[in-house]
């Protein structure tokens, strides 16, 4: 009967805390900020492990999009994802509605595997086509135009993306943000984010999430996509996927989730 008043209470509870430890950082505070199953958390630890308590994370940027309260709909009128979590709202009150300067971290993965990995975390199978349905199948592109753009004033789709760098650098005042393909090497990654927050990083395993409970919801939805190709091609024609990947990693990654390769 006390679990939801409980649960609400470490919300807040978690809020105050991430709010208070942001309020007592000095100088620039470095934010991995991402939409869900882009593979972030490692990248979340391994600078926690660098720099310490400078680092927060976030997957909403934009209020709209944020929740307080349980329980709410999955989705908004739009048919956007919504989110509830401590670190939205502590980074929105904290840095971006007050534009507190500090150094974001955006992590991008292919937008199939993004799709398998929320839908296997959400009951809802819609059709023939599951697991490659919105709102999973357009997640990562709607972050971009729906999240980031109205919350921070940019999106990527006018700069070039450096493919065989897998990695971005921009300065948009009073931030900076580095974008991270998520199939970068681990090695790669930590001399890019070293080099981003100006300390040795060295990148840490974790467990991934569908590791934590839902493999065989996952497995489900991978094993799905080998009978999908049509879906996987109106995926791959994108404009997120023709501007982060390349003709030929698309083909290779086409191949993957069919099977023949």
């Known amino acids: 009967m006390m679990h939801g008043p409980i649960k609400q209470t470490s919300f807040f509870l978690k809020y105050a805390m991430l709010r208070a430890r942001l309020a007592a950082v000095r100088g620039e505070p470095v934010v991995v900020a991402t ?50 979590t401590s670190g939205d709202w502590a980074v929105l009150h904290g840095i971006t509605q007050p534009r507190r300067p500090a150094r974001l971290v955006m992590m991008v993965r292919d937008p199939v595997a993004v799709a398998a990995s929320m839908a296997a975390f959400e009951p809802v199978q819609n059709g023939a086509s599951w697991p490659l349905v919105p709102p999973f199948s357009n997640a990562m592109t709607d972050w971009f135009d729906t999240d980031v753009l109205p919350s921070l004033g940019w999106s990527p789709w006018n700069e070039p993306f450096d493919t065989e760098r897998k990695a971005m650098l921009v300065d948009q005042p009073p931030w900076r943000i580095l974008v991270l393909r998520a199939d970068l090497d681990d090695d790669s990654k930590g001399r890019e984010l070293s ?22 919801s996952h497995a489900k939805a991978l094993a799905r996509l080998s009978q999908l190709p049509d879906e996987i091609d109106r995926i791959h024609r994108s404009k997120f996927c023709s501007h982060f990947f390349t003709p030929g990693e698309l083909a290779a990654q086409r191949s993957r989730w069919l099977g023949q390769s």
């Open 35 to 84: 939409t869900h199953r882009t593979a972030s958390t490692a990248v979340y630890r391994s600078l926690r492990m660098a720099i310490g308590s400078r680092v927060f994370k976030c997957h909403r940027l934009h209020e709209p999009l944020m929740s307080w309260n349980r329980p709410d709909p999955l989705l908004t009128a739009e048919g956007f994802l919504r989110s509830r």
């Open 195 to 216: 080099r981003f927050v100006g300390a040795t990083v060295q990148m840490v395993r974790v467990n991934s999430a569908e590791q934590r409970g839902v493999g065989s």
